[in-house]
Structures are given as structure tokens and as C-alpha cells.
């Protein structure tokens, strides 16, 4: 929304009122500035003196000018924001004013007096600096133009949200109090302790945070730092870390005003303590004194609680934004990306970038200050000890930079483990994602063991690395965790051996000191891990970002109607690798007149789909011209579908036409296969289409590209995957009706579809060898011959040549009544429309297939707990590591009390103890300190690994022994989470936390003793504040729990998107679908943002509350001391307290439970996966089968019935019949109608819910499940190759020797093509078999089932992928080595099932029909009859 008058008259009004504001505080300080020179002058000028007149001066110069810039600047001006560097300035001077009177008081307590006008200038500050604070930080108006430039792009975006505008984040209209308090998260909470919290529930981000914001700003500055070329390949590290703070600057800001602040507060109670003893130590103790020290200790934690607290929200933030400006950056890249930067990175590798990189890179936001904060706290330190020590502090200096001299080789050792780390975890996710995509093949060839073990061996690898990096992290922690006790020891000992007096005062001061100097060197070695780990991650996001790009402009657009020129290609070389001499496509040349019908034909792996890729601009140009006018659409080979609903997979963007949508359908086929669906066409389609037939999915394809209107369209073998009718069909109602206007170039097998084309390219070996029209080229030349003369041969088979059926009358058995149906297969069909509706009536919404994921409610269980604890050596390492804590804690007590109690409490008091036995006695503490430290880590390391190792391997033995209904109802992207993101959260993050834990309770009851045991009336605050600490944990720890779930639920559609869309990158861009794409990735982010942002407010509005409340406590801790008669207590015992109590907290614990129990989650939701129903066993010991089983094949099938789901409708129902031993046996069916169901359920995919199945007399549903599926052989419908070698994918158990493999290479035609590659067997197989054409991959699926030889083979759709050449020869040689075996072949190409001796044909999972094909032919009405009649009319016209 752009600014208006009315909208600017609230900013002029706050403008006028800062502007006279201003005016009048410059003239106070002036005034000031006066009466301060005049009461100096005449006397001695003090330097006090000459900086009060400085600081006034300063005032009253800063104040003006900024009176001058706002009258200048907003007087005639619309604009409404101040700029970000003044507000800063106003909140410095608020921050500083503060300091100012806590530095007053302090002095004041100190010197007898202060000039009155500093009172009154501090108490004119810090109200004058409050009012323009809530003024101008947080008044209305709070959106920069960058936002309101991009509003109209929100409105858009926003409209089709579930929560609207009007909940929009309290936060983004929130006043002063609420902020610093964190109030605005109270409704959120509320509602969090009454209900469980949905994503529904959690407010929208302000307009400034959304993700499309975030990323809009982190783009231009990416692009402007590449001198705005766009161009990604010139990113280098540093532009991108560049790029980040530029577009995060303001926070950076705003954090590093907080991290200030909250540094200088920290140090004002060491600074204290010394007067704080002497105060006690006084025999003329002013009570006023006593009082304004513990004011200026409690104002100190109070500015340190709302500046730590405001600090961390901020950085939290922060974090958010970078996630989703680098989320988005990696997608939009992987949308980019060419086929052979594709080869190099992995899908898996991918998926490792967008969730365990861009995770640690945000993770380092939170020590982005300590890079400056170390060394500043270290040097304020020193400077405390310099005052306490005098000479000794420099000897701390020495001991300090010491240690951090030893952390650099561990550094460097860090660095190096985790790259390895890293890429040992890119090999495992790449081996997870392609088995976890290629399950189903795995199980049907019974391999998912092998696959299995490799993970496991993968896993022992980076196991290795991980256990190197813990222990590095593990010493590392050791040096510094021992730090503070190694510092007091060499710099009291240099104090004992030059003789420099120890007073209790000074040495309790330099133990709060330590005690501080504490965080920066515990912080430092955390601080050089995680500036290895995100070098490591930023590094690889540059690597990624850096990859090739598609060659822009590879292909020329025309204007539209400018020519009659649809496609041209002009001298075309090709290769799918530039780098490479060998040319893909060469000298293609060819013209396409709009509206023209071209048809690709030719041998496998001949290049028909590399030339539909050229077109697209997919294939990298070598050389020559591709023009194109007017918009495409593309159906690939392999069908892409995404998860979701069929209608959006149709619609894929569009605006919904009714008429258009209906009469697509109908084209298509798919009015039937909604009607049998419970959902219609809102049925949610699983990963992949997994639910769906490979014809179902190829018709959706082609739906989805007919909706779309293109002007040509290019179809990638369309009817391969679809019956005889299907496909008669979808050529007519498709290809010459609703595309007969448009450009259509198809590739196709089928020579029949062939006849209709105004031009036909036939290729061979990456050459268009020959054009024309069918009749013109047929006599030509010898390689359309060679295609024509196989059909020809094949249908020479057919024998039955009527042609007086009508295609209408095609397939309903329910009016022709079948004689060869039995009575029961005639009653189930006219039963099965009712049966259908029915299930559709009571099915509920919950009756989809995939089902949104799982998630617990209420709190992790305490078994989670257990189980996590006692993983590892039974839980024994557990005690152990608290005992240990234990005992550091009582070594770090003992030596403070011992250096306080041994020394003197005053200058004039004699020690009473020798200087070598004070020493020698800390040394000893020391050491023993030290040894625990060391202990705790390393049990904490081991235990924590161990538990990682036995949770993964537990977790993956139940994934790949779940069923595949498991995998059908479960996207992928929800598998990988856990395994990437989880599994790193167990792996280093929960042992760190539970350490933490521990650390904190022993620290917490350490500090509670030492304070009760000096006054036991601190235990009637400290009962009711930790009383009123555990209800607030209580109130809130119910909706951030649920927060905390929400983002691991928000995280897997994501990398389930992501990974979806890299595979679907093609279709994508064909159909310039980028931008849409890109939106959703965004919405997914803005989704995923939602409840950690709210999340984070949470956590602070808890830990405020803590940090207040133990300051109450602490400061009334401090009274009770004050109070006290002197003489009660010793000085130094108070004092020792006081020292204490400075790091007093629940805050720790309450912190570190919670982190832990949103760690546990990690642990809870690997679990969900580690109890998944199993399939049956492998081996059933008893009921093992011989070794020759089985030795005929005879199949039995009894009353079978099937379904993917309890909840969803059969899919196969009352099958009954015989496949006798060594018969051929052909199973037919439209798309979708049970055939590779049945196929399935002889594997025992899928387990029937009623019905048995007998193979040579064995029930194949009592013995295990490897002995079964080990002895057949299935060529399944979708072919599949693993990355690795050709080797590798057709014997990957290496069973077989290298001349079997190639006389099997040359049988199922490929030896030729192996052979011309120099590295033969081993020939590379990239992530899907991509470097390997379909056809390709299917004759490589033929090449294991004869390899494996088995009595039962079963071929679905064995051949739709290759020309009816290969077919037939492919045909020839299945005949000669299983003539002796049952095969059993699922094919809409009627010629490969003609010559069998029985035909089943099912129809919706009910046998139609079901003997020899020959009598089945005989009878005219038959339904097979029908299919062979309408095969042989096309294929004849």
C-alpha cells in the first residue's frame, strides 16, 4: 500500500513533536553546558570536570543538527520513515543515558559528591531519550519503502493463505513494553496451553519478514554485487556472505547495539564486588550506600536481561531470514540447472545443501557478535584484573592468548573433519534418495538387503568422521572449559612469587572476573567450530551456485505469426556433454510448418528423445540454429507427476475452464479411472505417482499439456504406456482432434501412428537419416523398412481380419455376456458400479492415500526419553557423566572458598596460611577440575555416538523391511528429513545438550548452596521463584512444544519439493512454470517460518521472566546482607556469595530443558520410523523351499483380493485362476484395470486382504519373502538403474562372471553399443539412468532377468519403450531361454502377447475373461476379440 496524506499525518505529527522535543532538550544541554563552564571556572578543572563539559557540548552540537536534518528533510517531504542510522543513534543515546547514571551512582557511592547538574542531566536523558525511543522505534508506519515496493507481490500472495491479514503477528504492531517484554506472544500461548496448536493457529510474519521479501532483497543484492549481470557463475564465497549482510544489515545493527549493551551490563557487578567487600569490611557502614550498591547491581542485571533477551530474539531473526533467502536462492538454481551440472550433484547431495548447509549457516547468526565480542570482553576483563592486580593481570594476557593458541591446529583439524564429514553424508543421502525412489524395484528383485548394508557401510564412514570431530570438539572444550581455573592459577601464583598482597576483595573480584572471562573462552572454541562448519557450507552452497546454468539462447523465439515457421533446425550438433568430442545429435537440419503433424521414429537409443530436448533448449548447442515460434508443452517419456491432487497436476497453474477441463478429460480417458477414485479428481496423488498406473499417469501427462493451449507441442512416446483402445483414442480425440490445428512432433514406436503424419523423421545413430511422408520415405531407404517390416512380421500373426465391430461397442462384457466368463466374474461385474459408489459414500476425507504427516501431541514421553538414555551401554555412561559433573562443580566451589578463606580480607590482616600451600592446594583443584571436564566429555561423546548409531540402524532396518504401502502413503521428502536433519540432531546436538543439562542443574544447586549456606533467608525468595519459575515453564512449554513439532512437520514439504521439482525441472521450464514454482517454494518457506519465528518469541518471553525473577531474587539476596549486623558473617564468605550470585539463574536450566526436549523430538519422530509395521520375514526357517523350487511354475490363484489400504476400495476382486507350469501367459486390461497389481501381489507387495496363491504346491504367502522373490524374475514398468556401472546394475550382488554378463549383454541387443564405450562393464550409470535412453534402460531390466534365469518370469510392459524391431527380436529371445518357464507377459502391444497360450484380460480387478487366445477369437463378442480387432484396424489403416 503507498503512502497517502492520511497515512502520513500520524509520521508528521511524531515529526513535529521530535522536532520541538529536540529543540528543547539542545537548549537544556546547552544551559548545562553553561552552568558547568561557570561553576569551573576560577577553580581547578578536574579531568571529571573536563568530560562533563565535553559530553555537554556534544549534546547540545548532536541535538541541533538533528533539529536542522528533520526540519530540512521532513518539512516538505512525503516521506514517512526515519532513517535507519538515526533511529539507531536515538536508541544509542537512550542505551547510553542509562549507562551514564549507573556509572553516576556508582561513583557517587565512591567520591563524597557529584555536581547536581549531572543528576539533572541524566534524569533529562533517560526521560527525553524514552520518549523518542517509543516515539519513533515502534510508532506505526513501521514497513520501508524496499517493502512497500513489493506489497502488490504480497497481496497476491497472500490472498490464497489460510490465515489472512487481520493475523498478521502482534509483534509487528506491538508498543514498547510489550516488545521489551515480549506480551505480544501472550495470546499465542494462551491459546497454545488450551488446544493443540495447528499451523492454522500461528499468526502470519509481518510484511518485512515474509519470505518473499527476504529473498527479493537478498537477490538484488546478490546480483548487484555480480555488477548486475545475474550471472551465477561468477558467485564466489565472499560475494555471497557479502550479499547476506547487506541484506540483513539492519539486524546486524540492531544486534550489535544489544551485544554492547549487554557486554558493558556484564561487567558492572565484578567491577562492584570489591567495593561490595569493602563496604561489608567498613566500620562505619552508611546504610544509603549499602542500598545504591544493590540498586546499581540490580539496574545492571535488569539492562543485561532486556538487552540479552532483545539480543537473541534478534539474532534468532535473523537466522529466519537468511534460511529463507538461502532456501530460496538453492531452489531457484536447481530450477536452472543443466543436465550435466545435474550429473555432478546429486539429488541427494541437493537435499544435504537446502537442510543440513543452509541449517548450520543459519545457526551462525548466533555467534556473528562473538567474532567481536571475545576479544572485547577479554580486554575489559583484563583491565578489572589490571585494577585488582596491577603487574599479575598482564601475566592473564599470556595465559589467555596461550590458550587460544592452542585451539588453532584443533581448528584446523576441525575444518578438515567436517568437509569429510559433509561428503561422507552427501555419498549416504545420495544412495538413501535413489533406493527410497527405487524401492519398489529393489523389493521386487530382493535386493533392498543389499542396498541396505551399503547405507549401513556408508553410515560406519561418516561415523568415523563424526566420532574424529567430536573428539577434536571434545579436547578442544577441555582447554578452554578449564580455562578460567588455568587463568586464576598461573595469575595468583605470579602474585604469590612477586609478592603482590591477596586480599579476599581482590581475589573474589578476579574470580567474577574469571568467572566472565569464562564465556568468551568457552565461547571461542564453539566460535572456531562453527566458523569452520559454515566456511564448509558456504563454500558448498557457492560450488552449487556456481554450476551451469541451461546455455541461454540456445534456442531463438519468433514473434508470433511473424512466420509460418513452427520449428527450424539450421545445421544442428548437439552433445549432452560440451566437454566431450563425441556429438550427441549431428548435422540435424529440418523446417516444421505450423500446424503440421511430425513424427520421430527410429531404433533405441537413436536419439528421438535427445531431439524433442533440443527443441526445448535442454541439450547443450554446439553449434548451428534451433528457432521456435510460439508457446509449447511437453509430455515426457518417463511420466513427471507431482505430489498433490490430479486436478492440480492438470490444471498445472492455470485458471480452471470447466468446459475445457471436461472436454480434456473425456479426450483423455480419465473420466472413468475419477469415477472409480473415492476423491475424484481432489484424489491426492502419492510421491511420485506411486498410486498411480504407469498408463493413468502417462494420460494426466497428456492432459496436463492439452489444458495448457500451447502452439506446439512435443509428445515423448505418448501411447507406449496405454492399452490398444487407450491409445487408438488418444490419438484420435488427442493427436488429430483437439491437437489438430496445432504443431505436434511425437516420438513414437507404434508404426501404425506413423500413417497420419505430414512428416516423419527417422533416425539412427544420433542422425535424421531419413524425411518425408510415409509413402515417399518407406522405399527410400532401409531404416523405416526395418521398423515397418517387424510390424509387418508381427501382425502377420493375426488371423482374425473382420472388421464389422464398432469401436464403440468395445469392452462391454455387461451387454455382450461373455459364454467363457464364469457366472460369478458376470455377477461381480454387474455388481461392481454400486460396489464402487458405495465405498465412494463411505470413504471420508480421510480415506486419502497420503495422509498429512504425523505428529504427536502433548509432551516427548518420558519412554522417548528412556529409550534414548538407555540406547547406549544400557544407560550405565549416564550417572557416570552426572557424578562427574558433580565433582567439577564441588572441585570449582572448594577452590573458591579455598583462595577466599586463605587469604587476608584486608590490607592491614596477616595471612594465615603459607603462599606455596595456597597454591600448591588450587593447583591440585586444578587438575582435579580439569580431569573431570575431561572425563565428562568423553563419556558424553561415546554414549551420544553409540545411541546416534544403534537409532540410525534401527530406524533403516524398518524402513526397508516396511511394506510398500508404507512407501506409497509416505512422500519421500518426510523419510529424508529425518534421516538428514534428525539423525544430524542426534548425531551431535543432543549429547552437547544433555552435557549442557547437567551442567547447568549441578551449576544452579552449586550456587543455591553457597547463597543458603550464608543466609538461609534467601530460601523464602528462592522456594517461591523457582515455585513460579516451573508454572510460567509449564504455561509455555504446551505451545512451544508444538511450535517446535510444526517446524519439523514444515521442513519435509520443502525437501519434498525441492527434490520433486529437480526431477520435474524439464517440464517445468517447458511450460515456464518457474515463477510459480518458485512462489509455492516460498509460500513453503513462509509456512516453515511461521512457527519458528513464534517459536523464538516463545523461548524469550520465557527466559525474560526467569532472568527478572532471579534478579528480584538476587537483589533481595543482596538487601538481607546489608542488613545484617556487622561481625555475623565473614566478609569474604559474602562476598563469595555475592560473587555467586551473579550468575544465578533458573534461566540456564529452564533453557537447556527446553532446547533438550525440542532436540527429543528429532529422537521422537525417528522413532515414529523405527516401529513401522514389517513386512513378513525374509526366511521362515521351517518352511524354507528347495533349492530347485520352483521347477515347473505352476501358478494357483484363489478368490484374490486385493487393496493398497484399509480405507480405500479393492483393486482386485475375487481373482481365481490357473497359470499351468511352462505356459505363456498374457494378462491384458485398459489402464488401471489390476494387471500390475496382480503382478505385484505375486511378489507379495502387497499382502491380499482375502485369497492364496500356490506355486508348484507351495503357499507362497508361508514362506519368506527373500526365498520367494529371489527365485522369480520380474521386468517391472517403469525401468529403473541405479548410479554406479553397468556392471553393478545387472549384477549388483556379484553372483555372475563377466562373460555371462556379456553374452547377456548381447542377447537383449546392447552389447554393441557397451562395447564401443572405452570403459565397457564398467560404463558409467548416472542418478537414474539419465545418461541412458528408456529404451536403453528397458533392455538393461531384460539383461537381469536373464542373467537370473527363473522358472517364473513376469514381464510388465516389458517392451513399450522400444521400436517393434527390438520388440520382436526381444520377443524371439525371451521364447528360446525360457521355453521352459512360465511367462507371464503384461502388454497393450497385442503383437507380444499373440503368441502365448492363455489370455487373462481383467477389467476394474475383475477376470473378464480368461483361456487361449484362439478360442477367445473365435468368439466375435469376446472383449479380447474386440481389443485384437480395433489393434489390428489401427495398425492396418
Keep these: 500500500m503507498m503512502p497517502t496524506t492520511e497515512n502520513s499525518k500520524p509520521v508528521l505529527k511524531v515529526t513535529y513533536f521530535l522536532y520541538y522535543w529536540l529543540i528543547g532538550l539542545s537548549f537544556v544541554d546547552l544551559l548545562l553546558c553553561v552552568l558547568n563552564y561557570f561553576f569551573g571556572y576560577g577553580h581547578d578543572w578536574s579531568d571529571f570536570k573536563v568530560f562533563a563539559q565535553l559530553d555537554f557540548s556534544f549534546r547540545s552540537l548532536t541535538g541541533f543538527v538533528i533539529s536542522a536534518y528533520l526540519h530540512i528533510q521532513f518539512s516538505h517531504s512525503s516521506e514517512h520513515r526515519f532513517p535507519i542510522l538515526l533511529r539507531i543513534w536515538w536508541a544509542f543515546y537512550f542505551l547510553m543515558s542509562c549507562s551514564y547514571l549507573i556509572i553516576h551512582l556508582g561513583l557517587y557511592w565512591k567520591r563524597s559528591s557529584l555536581s547536581s547538574l549531572l543528576w539533572v542531566s541524566d534524569a533529562i536523558s533517560i526521560i527525553a531519550g524514552s520518549f523518542i525511543c517509543y516515539a519513533v522505534l515502534f510508532g506505526k508506519g513501521r514497513e520501508g519503502d524496499d517493502f512497500r515496493l513489493l506489497e502488490p507481490l504480497l497481496s497476491e500472495n497472500r490472498q490464497g493463505s489460510s490465515v489472512g491479514e487481520d493475523s498478521v503477528t502482534p509483534y509487528a504492531n506491538a508498543n514498547l513494553l510489550s516488545i521489551f517484554t515480549f506480551s505480544w506472544m501472550n495470546p499465542l500461548l494462551a491459546l497454545g496451553y488450551k488446544k493443540t496448536l495447528n499451523l492454522e493457529d500461528v499468526p502470519q510474519l509481518a510484511s518485512c519478514d515474509s519470505a518473499n521479501v527476504v529473498f527479493a532483497l537478498f537477490r538484488n543484492e546478490l546480483e548487484s554485487n555480480g555488477n548486475g549481470s545475474g550471472n551465477s557463475g561468477h558467485i564466489s564465497t565472499f560475494k555471497l556472505v557479502k550479499a547476506l549482510i547487506f541484506s540483513t544489515w539492519k539486524e546486524i545493527l540492531w544486534t550489535t547495539l544489544f551485544s554492547i549493551v549487554c557486554t558493558l551490563a556484564s561487567y558492572v557487578g565484578p567491577y562492584l564486588i570489591k567495593a561490595f567487600v569493602q563496604y561489608l569490611n567498613s566500620p562505619h557502614q552508611l546504610k544509603y550506600k549499602g542500598y545504591t550498591l544493590v540498586i546499581i547491581f540490580f539496574l545492571s542485571k535488569l539492562i543485561k536481561c532486556i538487552s540479552e533477551r532483545q539480543l537473541f530474539f534478534q539474532l534468532r531473526k535473523m537466522s529466519i531470514r537468511l534460511r529463507a ?4 536462492i538453492i531452489y531457484k538454481k536447481g530450477l536452472k540447472l543443466s543436465n550435466q551440472s545435474k550429473q555432478g550433484h546429486t539429488s541427494g547431495e541437493n537435499t544435504n545443501l537446502i537442510s543440513v548447509d543452509v541449517e548450520r549457516t543459519c545457526l551462525f547468526s548466533w555467534y556473528l557478535h562473538d567474532i567481536w565480542r571475545v576479544p572485547v570482553q577479554v580486554v575489559l576483563a583484563l583491565l578489572i584484573l589490571y585494577n585488582n592486580l596491577g603487574f599479575a593481570s598482564f601475566v592473564a594476557i599470556f595465559a589467555t592468548l596461550f590458550l587460544m593458541l592452542v585451539n588453532i591446529p584443533m581448528g584446523k583439524l576441525q575444518e578438515k573433519f567436517q568437509g569429510e564429514l559433509m561428503d561422507s553424508k552427501d555419498r549416504r543421502m545420495k544412495v538413501t534418495t535413489e533406493a527410497l525412489r527405487n524401492m519398489r524395484i529393489l523389493k521386487l528383485q530382493g535386493w533392498e538387503m543389499k542396498f541396505l548394508a551399503k547405507i549401513i557401510e556408508l553410515r560406519n564412514f561418516e561415523v568415523r568422521w563424526i566420532k574424529k570431530l567430536l573428539y577434536t570438539i571434545a579436547m578442544t572444550s577441555f582447554v578452554f572449559l578449564s580455562a578460567p581455573m588455568f587463568v586464576s592459577m598461573v595469575t595468583f601464583g605470579f602474585c604469590v612469587f612477586m609478592g603482590i598482597p591477596l586480599e579476599s576483595g581482590n581475589v573474589l573480584s578476579s574470580l567474577a572476573t574469571f568467572d566472565i572471562l569464562q564465556e568468551p573462552i568457552y565461547n571461542l572454541p564453539d566460535l572456531i567450530s562453527m566458523v569452520v562448519q559454515t566456511k564448509v557450507s558456504l563454500c558448498r552452497i557457492t560450488s552449487f551456485l556456481c554450476l551451469d546454468d541451461l546455455q541461454p539462447n540456445i534456442v531463438q523465439k519468433l514473434l508470433k505469426d511473424s512466420s509460418e515457421v513452427a520449428v527450424e533446425i539450421v545445421k544442428g550438433n548437439f552433445s549432452w556433454d560440451i566437454y566431450s568430442s563425441n556429438l550427441t545429435l549431428k548435422d540435424i537440419n529440418f523446417q516444421l510448418y505450423c500446424g503440421m503433424r511430425v513424427a520421430v521414429c527410429g531404433s533405441v537409443g537413436s536419439g528421438k528423445s535427445t531431439l524433442l530436448s533440443c527443441i526445448l533448449g ?59 477414485f473415492a476423491f475424484g479428481d481432489q484424489t491426492i496423488i502419492g510421491d511420485r505417482g506411486i498410486n498411480l498406473s504407469g498408463g493413468q499417469k502417462q494420460r494426466i501427462q497428456i492432459a496436463r499439456a492439452l489444458y495448457h493451449d500451447a502452439d506446439i507441442y512435443l509428445l515423448d512416446d505418448p501411447f507406449s504406456a496405454v492399452d490398444a483402445h487407450t491409445g487408438s483414442h488418444l490419438y484420435k480425440e488427442c493427436l488429430l482432434g483437439i491437437l489438430g490445428s496445432k504443431t505436434v512432433i511425437y516420438v513414437t514406436h507404434q508404426v501404425e501412428f506413423l500413417l497420419s503424419a505430414d512428416l516423419i523423421l527417422v533416425m539412427r545413430d544420433g542422425k535424421i537419416t531419413q524425411t518425408g511422408k510415409y509413402e515417399e520415405i518407406l522405399s527410400s531407404g532401409n531404416d523405416l523398412m526395418e521398423l515397418v517390416g517387424a510390424h509387418k512380421k508381427a501382425l502377420a500373426d493375426l488371423n482374425y481380419v473382420e472388421c464389422e465391430i464398432t469401436l464403440d461397442n468395445l469392452t462391454n462384457s455387461e451387454e455382450d455376456g461373455n459364454i467363457i466368463c464364469s457366472e460369478k466374474s458376470i455377477q461381480n461385474d454387474e455388481e461392481k458400479e454400486p460396489k464402487n ?43 557416570l557423566i552426572l557424578l562427574v559433573q558433580i565433582f567439577f562443580q564441588l572441585f570449582q566451589i572448594v577452590g573458591s572458598y579455598w583462595m577466599v578463606l586463605s587469604t587476608p580480607s584486608s590490607e592491614d590482616a596477616r595471612p594465615h596460611i603459607r603462599a606455596s600451600t595456597l597454591i600448591f592446594v588450587y593447583v591440585a583443584l586444578f587438575f582435579g577440575s580439569s580431569l573431570c571436564v575431561f572425563i565428562r566429555s568423553m563419556l558424553t561423546i561415546t554414549s551420544g555416538y553409540k545411541a546416534a548409531t544403534l537409532f540410525f540402524n534401527k530406524m533403516h532396518l524398518c524402513i526397508f523391511r516396511a511394506p510398500m504401502s508404507f512407501f506409497d502413503s509416505t512422500p519421500s521428502g518426510r523419510i529424508l528429513n529425518r534421516a538428514s536433519i534428525d539423525q544430524s540432531v542426534v548425531d551431535t546436538s543432543i549429547p552437547h545438550q544433555i552435557e549442557e543439562l547437567f551442567a547447568s542443574i549441578v551449576e544452579l544447586l552449586g550456587t543455591a548452596i553457597v547463597m ?24 509455555y512449554k504446551s505451545a512451544v512444544r508444538e511450535l517446535s513439532r510444526l517446524n519439523g512437520v514444515c521442513q519435509a514439504p520443502i525437501i519434498q519439493h525441492f527434490s520433486e521439482s529437480s526431477l520435474g525441472s524439464t517440464t517445468i521450464r517447458c511450460f515456464d512454470q518457474e515463477e510459480r514454482f518458485m512462489d509455492t517454494n516460498l509460500k513453503l518457506v513462509e509456512e516453515y517460518s511461521r512457527p519458528r519465528f513464534h517459536f523464538s518469541g516463545a523461548v524469550e518471553w520465557l527466559c525474560f521472566r526467569m532472568d527478572m525473577l532471579a534478579s528480584i531474587t538476587y537483589a533481595v539476596f543482596l538487601v538481607f546482607f546489608i542488613s545484617m549486623p556487622k561481625g555475623v558473617l565473614s566478609p569474604g564468605v559474602v562476598g563469595l556469595a555475592v560473587t555467586s550470585g551473579l550468575r544465578f539463574s533458573l534461566h540456564a536450566v529452564i533453557w537447556d530443558l527446553s532446547i533438550l526436549e525440542n532436540n527429543m523430538i528429532s529422537v521422537e519422530r525417528i522413532l515414529q520410523y523405527a516401529c513401522i509395521p514389517s513386512e513378513p520375514l525374509l526366511l521362515v526357517e521351517e518352511n524354507r523351499p528347495s533349492c530347485e523350487w520352483p521347477s515347473q511354475g505352476k501358478i494357483e490363484i484363489f478368490d484374490l483380493q486385493v487393496r493398497y489400504a484399509p480405507h480405500l476400495p479393492f483393486v482386485l476382486q475375487d481373482v481365481t485362476c490357473t497359470f499351468p507350469g511352462g505356459m505363456k501367459i498374457g494378462i491384458v486390461g485398459r489402464t488401471g484395470s489390476g494387471k500390475s497389481t496382480l503382478a505385484h501381489t505375486l511378489f507379495r507387495m502387497l499382502e491380499p486382504t482375502f485369497g492364496q496363491i500356490w506355486i508348484d504346491g507351495i503357499n507362497i504367502f508361508q514362506i519368506g519373502l527373500h526365498d520367494l522373490r529371489s527365485r522369480l524374475s520380474i521386468i517391472p514398468q517403469d525401468p529403473t538403474m541405479f548410479e554406479g556401472t553397468l556392471r553393478s546394475n545387472l549384477d549388483p550382488l556379484e553372483e555372475y562372471t563377466d562373460e555371462q554378463i556379456w553374452e547377456v549383454l548381447d542377447k537383449c541387443q ?128
Excluded at 854 to 877: C, D, H, I, M, P
Aim: proline share 2%; net charge positive.
Design 618 to 676: 535442454e541439450v547443450p548447442k554446439v553449434s548451428g540454429a534451433i528457432k521456435l515460434n510460439g508457446t509449447k508443452a511437453y509430455v515426457a517419456q518417463s511420466p513427471w507427476i507431482q505430489s498433490g491432487k490430479i486436478i492440480d497436476n492438470i490444471l498445472f497453474g492455470k485458471e480452471m475452464d470447466k468446459k475445457r477441463y471436461e472436454m480434456i478429460l473425456e479426450a483423455c480417458s480419465l473420466k472413468k479411472d475419477l469415477e472409480l
Design 1012 to 1035: 543458603s549456606q550464608v543466609t538461609w533467608q534467601m530460601l523464602i525468595v528462592f522456594i517461591p521463584m523457582t515455585v513460579t519459575c516451573i508454572s510460567y515453564q509449564r504455561y
Design 325 to 328: 533467502a538461502l532456501s530460496a
Design 837 to 879: 459408489y458405495n465405498t465412494e459414500k463411505l470413504v471420508g476425507s480421510e480415506g486419502q492415500l497420503v495422509q498429512e504427516e504425523k505428529r504427536e501431541n502433548g509432551g516427548v514421553r518420558l519412554s522417548v526419553y528412556w529409550k534414548y538414555f538407555t540406547a547406549a551401554y544400557k544407560g550405565a555412561f549416564v550417572p
Design 1310 to 1437: 546392447l552389447g554393441d553399443k557397451v562395447r564401443k564405450n572405452e570403459r565397457k562393464l564398467d560404463s558409467a550409470v548416472t542418478e537414474n539412468g539419465e545418461n541412458w535412453s528408456m529404451g536403453q534402460r528397458q533392455l538393461v531390466c531384460l539383461g537381469r532377468v536373464l542373467l537370473k534365469r527363473s522358472k517364473v518370469l513376469i514381464l510388465d510392459e516389458a517392451t513399450a519403450s522400444v521400436d517393434t524391431a527390438t520388440d520382436y527380436l526381444i520377443q524371439q529371445t525371451l521364447r528360446q531361454h525360457f521355453s521352459g518357464s512360465t511367462v507371464i507377459t503384461i502388454s497393450h502391444r497385442i503383437t507380444s502377447i499373440l503368441d502365448i497360450d492363455m489370455v487373462l484380460l481383467l477389467d476394474n480387478g475383475l477376470v473378464l475373461e480368461y483361456d487361449s487366445p484362439a478360442k477367445l477369437l473365435d468368439i466375435k463378442s469376446s472383449s479380447f476379440a474386440k481389443l485384437v480387432k480395433e489393434y489390428t484396424r489401427r495398425c492396418s489403416s
